[in-house]
């Protein structure tokens, strides 16, 4: 079946497509077009049966403009000296190369070597040396992703120069490697010793971190101070039950006081906690000495004093809110990791050793692995005294607040995480506040305490109203 006339197939469009370097008017042969960055997509071919938007394309719509498409995407062939020879050396075709790698690994391994812009020379050098700052971490990583099977390894190392057949890059560089010997278990070591200072590092700040989240935890006067009104809030609303008089609860109640709601069904217990320590705070802020007509006057500028303080308890215990994402299991696994590591890197060196030979590149990583080991042993010692000061400070202040009952907490820093958690919940509710009392028409209904929910509001204002009407009818009997 023939396609109309009006429909032009695929295989035309490419033709015409592809014709437009020749064009110009000029011999092919003699002026060839610059190679220009190849498009990698999936050709379709033209349907018969069915028309396609394709079928709609005019090859005469678009003009290639030929000077800015090459002056882009031109593929450039820069000339190489001797030294860019060296480290980026031409790739043999894949028809001429012995691939012992799987193609895609080989391919992998090319792209990170031209990436990394590495000799196989300096690598050698530096595992030779056993100087892990000379390739970085980074390189060390992709030499570890390196890594050839047993079977690979076997080829590689019974490869010889004289066979018909070329290496290709990935394989010449990983055998020139496995010419030194144990040269991964090097890497795995060197790799080690690159990360260590900021491993410590990242430990250290951690231990110091649950540190100082105790002390905030113990001292901090605005969170003692919740404690306290929770504490006589709840001991109110229990009396006359077996939960009333209590001296102490866990500060996992703190999370429960927005599921208490007051008969508006919206107010919540902590709502009514904030607002007692918003206007407790601001009187002591403002000063307790002015008479009643200045008090109620200065009303909304002490709930403004008082919301502020309360609100920035969230910013003065930062390092809690950073021990809450911390697990204390992985902090010391990590401990026992950077523990292990020094063992690792001991059983390397002996194991260079035990081959005998008496090379002075043997002898420079040995003398090399020891400088830093008997380093990182002495830091490692004082990185455990560091956990252990931090994990009993943990304990402790679970303890001061929970008592006994600390026992129960599957997870150590538990206590943090329900401070968080709290934390997220009053930054809420003291924004929700805030904008309750900013609505406050400030009149001589501040009399009474500004309700912590709108839809109170004309309750409240019903309520003034009545009284003012009745100390007017008083005022009135008594002139009489």
């Known amino acids: 079946m023939e396609l109309p006339c009006n429909k032009q197939p695929i295989e035309k469009i490419e033709q015409s497509i592809e014709g437009l370097s020749s064009d110009t008017g000029g011999n092919n042969e003699e002026t060839p077009k610059p190679k220009l960055k190849t498009l990698h997509w999936d050709k379709v071919r033209a349907s018969s049966d069915r028309e396609m938007v394709w079928d709609q394309l005019k090859s005469s719509s678009f003009k290639l403009d030929e000077e800015m498409i090459e002056s882009l995407f031109i593929v450039k062939t820069p000339t190489l000296n001797r030294k860019e020879m060296t480290r980026r050396p031409v790739l043999p075709s894949q028809s001429q190369e012995n691939r012992v790698l799987d193609p895609k690994k080989s391919q992998n391994i090319a792209i990170l070597l031209r990436a990394l812009n590495v000799t196989v020379e300096e690598v050698c050098e530096a595992l030779?040396?056993?100087?892990?700052?000379?390739?970085?971490?980074?390189l060390l990583e992709s030499l570890l992703k390196m890594a050839p099977s047993k079977e690979e390894e076997r080829k590689l190392k019974e490869?010889?120069?004289?066979?018909?057949?070329?290496?290709?890059?990935?394989?010449?560089?990983l055998k020139a490697v496995l010419d030194i010997p144990f040269a991964f278990k090097r890497v795995d070591a060197m790799l080690y010793i690159s990360n260590f200072d900021s491993e410590v590092d990242y430990l250290k700040k951690s231990f110091e971190t649950l540190e100082a989240a105790c002390e905030e935890l113990r001292s901090n006067r605005m969170f003692l101070k919740l404690l306290?009104?929770?504490?006589?809030?709840?001991?109110?609303?229990?009396?006359?039950?077996?939960r009333g008089d209590a001296h102490a609860f866990k500060l996992d109640t703190l999370l429960k006081l927005v599921d208490v709601k007051g008969a508006d069904g919206k107010t919540t217990l902590l709502h009514f906690v904030v607002q007692e320590i918003i206007r407790s705070e601001g009187a002591?802020?403002?000063?307790?000495?002015?008479?009643?007509?200045?008090?109620m006057n200065d009303d909304v500028k002490c709930r403004k004093l008082g919301l502020q303080v309360v609100s920035n308890l969230s910013s003065e215990v930062v390092n809690i809110k950073k021990a809450a994402a911390m697990d204390s299991e992985v902090l010391h696994s990590e401990v026992l990791k950077l523990s292990k590591g020094i063992g690792n890197i001991a059983e390397v060196v002996r194991s260079i050793e035990a081959v005998g030979l008496k090379e002075s590149s043997i002898e420079r990583f040995s003398e090399s692995m020891r400088r830093f080991m008997k380093m990182?042993?002495?830091e490692i010692i004082r990185l455990q005294a560091l956990e252990s000061v931090a994990m009993s400070l943990v304990k402790e202040i679970t303890e001061y607040f929970h008592g006994n009952s600390a026992r129960e907490e599957a997870h150590p820093f538990r206590i943090f995480m329900v401070v968080r958690d709290f934390l997220m919940v009053l930054d809420r509710v003291c924004k929700e506040?805030?904008?309750?009392?900013?609505?406050?028409?400030?009149?001589?209904?501040?009399?009474?305490?500004?309700?912590?929910?709108?839809?109170?509001?004309p309750a409240i204002s019903g309520l003034a109203a009545k009284w003012q009407h009745s100390s007017s009818d008083e005022d009135s009997s008594s002139a009489h």
């Open 159 to 173: 490869y010889k120069d004289d066979t018909p057949f070329k290496l290709g890059s990935a394989e010449k560089f």
């Open 376 to 378: 990182a042993e002495e």
């Open 228 to 242: 306290e009104a929770v504490l006589k809030t709840g001991n109110r609303m229990n009396v006359g039950t077996n």
């Open 128 to 138: 030779l040396e056993g100087n892990a700052d000379a390739l970085g971490t980074e």
């Open 433 to 457: 506040v805030g904008m309750i009392n900013e609505r406050t028409i400030v009149s001589s209904a501040h009399k009474f305490p500004v309700p912590v929910n709108p839809n109170l509001q």
């Open 284 to 295: 002591r802020l403002s000063g307790g000495d002015q008479d009643q007509q200045s008090a």
